[in-house]
């Protein structure tokens, strides 16, 4: 089931392109300005190709697969009853979302690899300092991202419904986030607040971590209690015809 | 016989709404059962109850000697089942279709031969969003018999087919029966339930109103037979109005009209030989499966 849930995800040109080429399309198209890999006393003597940039390639990743791709396949499933199909068959459906969340997982997995190998062997990027500590971002960005992609499939009545919802969600948090202004651009009080949310004490992590510093623990716990919340709401409401 | 499926006082409610109010009927083993009615008579509340995707209000449901709610997954390795309009995934191709849902059983079908037996050997690598309204119907029958069950649910088999993939569709069921699968058909064309069906329930409202056989619910309805014929020399309307089955005789110009019950032709024509009128243009007309349920639904919703 997982495999065949990989060959559909990959047929499926739109998501193919969101998650894996959109966010090293955009290394690339920033990554080649010259001044991006010259240290800079904002970005704390490292170069914005070493911190914000791959930074905000992964979370537009996770943003994307969590929030468009996952909540539109799920409710898509419901709306066409191929989740009640396999509620008569001896797998039950839930099946199908674990399937849904590993695909989503590796593909988040697939394209850091793509946003590494790309940037640090076209771009001259640096590789990330702390394997270890990104390891843990990623699978909490990634948890929570996820979870908030499941609550908006159980709210979603339609699949229509999901992908403008994924759209509501995407854009306040990716602006708070810094994916779309820089965030050392914002105000403070909204770089306060970006801080919190699930995307942006995501891609705080992944800077942390590139550079080798270890993430603060409020930025972890951000999107632990993320995952938690939403993954239960989500548990509770979630919907299967 | 032994029954495959019982349902005893099933009730289901949505909201003030009685989907289904009291439903009763078994089903034995290998036959093809039938289940009629008007749209929202409750067919496909009745059927959802039966396979465990919904919870009965009330009642007791016993599909294989099976409980639904404690051994619901034995019950989905043995029972198959054709949903009414449930799709696949539309880039999922159909020999992907069929693998997949031949890994989920226990007893898998081999996919291969579903392939063929359905007709869709041409179409292994079509993906599903692309198949015609037949092939999407064959593909989910074929799906259905992913497990090799032992009993067949199928709603609304041939709505949306036209007429040549009706018949194909029909031969299918009868090669099921063939193979010793019990089937329960929902339909609401009469013409593929006469043709297909051991026995018919017909629900009207929410309640059965009959289960019998075809001929028994024509019968059941108060069937009329007509025989029409032209007498080749004069007939007193007396010798036949005399007879038991006779109900009434009527004529228009050389024409008689006899309706009536039982063995009706075999009464008429006897009449007429023994005084030897010979019946030119002899035609006898049945009632049809179509009246009797006209005639089953229609008084149940006016009582």
């Known amino acids: 089931m997982i495999g065949t849930e990989f060959r559909l995800f990959l047929r499926d040109p739109m998501s193919t392109l969101l998650s894996l080429l959109l966010p090293v399309g955009i290394l690339v198209i920033f990554g080649i300005i010259p001044d991006v890999s010259k240290p800079s006393a904002e970005y704390g003597g490292h170069s914005a190709l070493d911190t914000v940039l791959p930074s905000a390639a992964l979370a537009l990743t996770v943003g994307m697969l969590g929030l468009f791709v996952l909540p539109t396949t799920l409710t898509l499933y419901r709306e066409k009853g191929i989740l009640r199909r396999l509620a008569t068959t001896p797998v039950p459906p839930s099946a199908l979302l674990r399937a849904q969340l590993v695909v989503n997982l590796t593909m988040m997995l697939l394209s850091t690899a793509l946003v590494i190998g790309v940037g640090v062997v076209a771009l001259g990027m640096s590789a990330p300092a702390g394997w270890a500590w990104l390891a843990l971002v990623l699978t909490l960005g990634a948890a929570a991202m996820l979870a908030f992609g499941l609550i908006i499939s159980a709210v979603a009545k339609s699949s229509k419904v999901a992908t403008g919802l994924g759209f509501l969600a995407y854009y306040p948090l990716a602006f708070l986030a810094g994916v779309l202004v820089p965030r050392e651009q914002l105000p403070h009080a909204v770089q306060v607040i970006g801080d919190w949310t699930p995307l942006g004490a995501f891609r705080l992590a992944v800077q942390a971590a590139w550079s080798g510093d270890a993430p603060s623990a409020a930025g972890l716990a951000i999107m632990a209690g993320y995952t938690i919340m939403l993954g239960a709401l989500a548990a509770r409401f979630f919907r299967w015809e | 016989m032994q029954n495959v499926i019982e349902v005893r006082g099933l009730r289901k409610r949505y909201g003030a709404q009685h989907a289904v109010r009291d439903v009763t009927f ?4 290998g036959e093809i059962f039938g289940i009629v009615g008007p749209n929202g008579a409750g067919k496909t509340t009745t059927v959802e109850c039966v396979v ?8 007791t449901v016993r599909v294989l000697g099976l409980d639904r709610a404690q051994d619901a997954r034995e019950l989905r390795e043995r029972v198959g089942i054709q949903l009414q309009s449930s799709e ?3 880039k999922l191709t159909v020999g992907e279709a069929l693998r997949l849902y031949t890994s989920f059983y226990r007893k898998p079908a081999d996919w ?3 392939l063929t037996d359905w007709g869709l050997a041409d179409k292994e690598r079509t993906a599903f969003g692309k198949l015609s309204g037949g092939q999407k119907q064959r593909l989910s029958i074929a799906l259905a018999l992913a497990g090799t069950p032992e009993v067949v649910i199928l709603d609304e088999l041939t709505t949306g087919l036209d007429p040549q993939a009706r018949r194909e569709a029909w031969g299918f069921v009868e090669r099921l029966r063939a193979g010793g699968v019990t089937v329960v058909l929902v339909s609401h064309f009469m013409e593929e339930v006469e043709r297909l069906c051991d026995r018919v329930a017909v629900i009207s409202a929410g309640r059965i109103v009959a289960v019998d ?3 028994g619910l024509v019968r059941r309805a108060g069937g009329d037979q007509v025989v029409r014929f032209r007498p080749t020399s004069p007939l007193d309307d007396a010798l036949l109005t005399a007879l038991p089955e006779v109900r009434s ?6 024409q008689v009209t006899v309706s009536g019950t039982g063995n009706l032709p075999g009464a008429v024509t006897a009449v007429l030989a023994r005084h030897g009128i010979v019946a030119a243009e002899l035609r006898i007309e049945q ?3 179509d009246d009797a ?5 229609t008084e149940r919703e006016k009582s």
């Open chain 2, 26 to 29: 078994e089903v034995g083993a």
């Open chain 2, 52 to 59: 465990g995707l919904r919870e009965p209000d009330a009642g």
């Open chain 2, 88 to 90: 696949l995934p539309a």
């Open chain 2, 112 to 114: 291969r031969v579903l």
């Open chain 2, 213 to 215: 056989t075809p001929a």
């Open chain 2, 249 to 254: 005789v009527e004529r228009a110009g050389p």
């Open chain 2, 287 to 289: 009632a049809s499966l």
């Open chain 2, 293 to 297: 349920y006209a005639t089953l639904t």
